[in-house]
């Protein structure tokens, strides 16, 4: 069964302040693995789809690689307008159905 | 990249009732998706709409309580049927092109049943 695991639940840093999200996942055959942020009452905005290990992909202070087994959302010098809750999904390569984690809540503060 | 426009943003609804929800994409896409989110939770995949035949529902989620149409390549609807408090969340629909690297979202509809 595919599977969508992010971690941490939550995370709290100083403005530059630089961290990294996880998200670790078990799919029957990856067509793509993507990164949404989300903010308070509107729909996901897409950020990043990565597709095989080893790719890497960057935007502004974002940056997100792929292994087989996770990926990682790096955050360089976080900024107070990157508070938000970023999501992960796997699409499955049989289904092309989205499967979600259960997203980081970022909070940066000033 | 696709502009995804949703009606109603919003809405207060009656239990028992009925709400139809409205998903438009601005380009012509090949997969269209249904999904709920409950207040501080992630998604949930309700369903894929297929064009010109039946959506494909995910478990736990039937067509008669959520039955969705998608006429063309740009427009799905989803209704919400018979409703309880049960059924306040969220609802989006997303859109991805013939092997399209992107799926993208529109605003969502928040949808109390009171």
């Known amino acids: 069964e595919d599977q969508v695991t992010q971690s941490p639940e939550a995370l709290r840093l100083q403005e530059g302040e630089s961290s990294s999200l996880n998200c670790s996942y078990t799919?029957?055959?990856?067509?793509?693995l993507f990164w949404y942020r989300q903010d308070p009452g509107k729909g996901p905005e897409f950020l990043f789809t990565?597709?095989?290990a080893g790719e890497e992909k960057e935007k502004e202070r974002l940056k997100a690689t792929l292994t087989k087994k996770e990926s990682f959302l790096h955050i360089t010098a976080p900024k107070p307008e990157d508070s938000a809750t970023y999501l992960c999904?796997?699409?499955?390569?049989?289904?092309?159905?989205?499967?979600f984690g259960t997203g980081t809540l970022l909070a940066v503060q000033p | 990249s696709a502009v995804i426009s949703q009606k109603p943003s919003r809405d207060i609804c009656q239990r028992g009732t009925s709400l139809t929800i409205q998903c438009q994409v601005d380009s012509q896409v090949t997969m269209m998706f249904w999904y709920r989110q409950q207040p501080g939770q992630s998604l949930t995949l309700i369903a894929t709409a297929n064009q010109g035949s039946e959506a494909t529902y995910e478990s736990g989620f039937v067509i008669d309580k959520f039955p969705i149409s998608r006429p063309n390549l740009t427009f799905s609807t989803l209704t919400v049927s018979n409703m309880s408090p049960e059924d306040s969340s969220i609802y989006l629909c997303s859109a991805q092109g013939q092997g399209n690297t992107e799926a993208f979202f529109g605003q969502g509809t928040r949808l109390t049943v009171v």
């Open positions: 999904a796997v699409q499955d390569g049989a289904t092309n159905k989205l499967i």
């Open positions: 990565l597709y095989s």
């Open positions: 799919v029957s055959g990856l067509r793509g």
